[in-house]
Structures are given as structure tokens and as C-alpha cells.
């Protein structure tokens, strides 16, 4: 069970960081291209940011000390 969960979990934080640093890249490309005065999609991607985003970010910490938290628990109980 322990190896499934790890699995899964890993899954979802490897898709969640890609997710982040597309955000990441779109962002910065939008707002270089807004002080230029091109339109690189920086209102849709202010659209995106509370319900896409901001939870993205909120996810990759969460599963970062999950992560951490069950490898201590299975450490602990594996060892006994």
C-alpha cells in the first residue's frame, strides 16, 4: 500500500509542478508583454489565477508535506 500511495502521490505532484511552472512561464511572458503593449493573455491568465493557479500552488505544498510526512510515518512503523 505504501508504494501505491507514494506512486500516486508523486504522479499528481510531477503534473501539479508542471502545471505551476506553465503558469509560471505564461506569467512572466504576459506581463513582458503587457509593458511592451502586446497582448500575450495576461487578463485571461488574472482569470485563471484564483481558480486554476492559486489552488495549484496550495496543492504542491500540501503534497510536499504529505509527501515528507508519510515517508517519516512509513519509516517509523517499518522499522518496528
Do not use: H
Not at 51 to 66: K, S, V
Amino acid at each position: 500500500m505504501k508504494e501505491q500511495f507514494s506512486t500516486w502521490l508523486n504522479r499528481l505532484l510531477i503534473a501539479d509542478v508542471f502545471l505551476v511552472i506553465f503558469g509560471f512561464i505564461w506569467f512572466a511572458i504576459a506581463v513582458l508583454g503587457r509593458s511592451m503593449g502586446v497582448p500575450l493573455g495576461f487578463d485571461l491568465w488574472y482569470q485563471l489565477w484564483q481558480p486554476l493557479f492559486n489552488p495549484a500552488i496550495g496543492i504542491l505544498f500540501l503534497g510536499a508535506i504529505l509527501s515528507w510526512l508519510s515517508s517519516k510515518i512509513f519509516q517509523q512503523f517499518g522499522s518496528k
